[in-house]
């Protein structure tokens, strides 16, 4: 866990940007706990049920979201050790209005000049949880607020860039491709993109249950970046609910 983050403050941003969900989940167990004594005798199994299993979805998701993001070496950025014999002079890190990686990158690659883009457009983002996150944390220093079909870099711009948790959340198909191809124009000939993400997988739908279907699955992703002219040169499994992709521009070898 990197030192810059506190005890348990990734599951804790998870509670406080999704108060919502876990007020109206505690909201039901309660009306059913304190309701049961006026249930018919064939229904109250069912509601005894009903409590353990939400209860438990909620704890079972809630301590895999610690794992990853307070356990896990996601944020350590270990991971990334194989890019040092690549070019980084200049990184660019990408989100969607809530960083908490441009810091750690800036720490990671010392010598690099980084710049940080936010494509959050709250006329198409419209997760309540974004909105909360940003108002909750400030951007990192320069920071430029960018549309997803034109960012403001020179072509063959960018040695690596990042995109980790963050391209999700644009929920439209062209969108997302159109970024990517735009992503691959700024990128050098020689340059990787890292994305990192949840996939919508067995193991992140048995640790969020319907949670899982805001994530992508892995062949959605593959589709997305094969059509924007991309390949991919390997793949990252930074614990079993998180990958990332290491992306090339097809015909380019790393």
């Given at each position: 866990m990197d030192k810059m983050r506190g005890p348990f403050q990734g599951v804790w941003n998870i509670i406080r940007f999704n108060w919502h969900f876990y007020v109206?989940?505690?909201?039901?167990?309660?009306?059913?706990?304190?309701?049961?004594?006026?249930?018919p005798p064939v229904f109250l199994n069912a509601a005894n049920v009903f409590i353990v299993l939400l209860t438990g979805l909620i704890l079972i998701s809630l301590s895999v979201s610690a794992y990853v993001y307070d356990f896990s070496n996601l944020y350590s950025l270990n991971w990334?050790?194989?890019?040092?014999?690549?070019?980084?002079e200049k990184i660019v890190n990408i989100h969607a209005g809530f960083d908490e990686t441009s810091n750690l990158l800036k720490n990671k690659f010392v010598n690099a000049e980084i710049s940080?883009?936010?494509?959050?457009?709250?006329?198409?983002?419209?997760?309540?949880?974004?909105?909360?996150?940003?108002k909750a944390y400030p951007p990192f220093p320069?920071?430029?607020q960018v549309r997803t079909n034109g960012l403001p870099l020179g072509d063959s711009s960018a040695d690596?860039?990042?995109?980790?948790?963050?391209?999700h959340e644009i929920r439209n198909e062209n969108e997302r491709r159109t970024l990517f191809i735009e992503l691959r124009r700024i990128l050098t000939p020689s340059g990787q993109i890292f994305v990192t993400?949840?996939?919508?997988?067995?193991?992140?739908?048995?640790?969020?249950n319907v949670g899982a279907f805001h994530f992508y699955s892995k062949s959605t992703w593959l589709k997305t970046f094969k059509s924007s002219g991309?390949?991919?040169?390997?793949?990252?499994?930074?614990?079993?609910?998180?990958?990332?992709?290491?992306?090339?521009?097809?015909?380019?070898?790393?």
């Open positions: 109206l989940s505690i909201g039901l167990i309660l009306i059913v706990l304190l309701s049961r004594s006026y249930f990334l050790n194989n890019v040092n014999n690549i070019k980084q940080v883009l936010d494509f959050y457009d709250p006329s198409r983002h419209t997760e309540a949880s974004i909105k909360r996150a940003r320069g920071t430029r690596l860039i990042f995109a980790i948790l963050s391209i993400e949840h996939l919508r997988d067995a193991a992140n739908c048995l640790a969020y991309l390949q991919v040169s390997d793949e990252i499994k930074i614990t079993p609910f998180i990958s990332t992709f290491i992306l090339i521009k097809n015909g380019t070898s790393t």
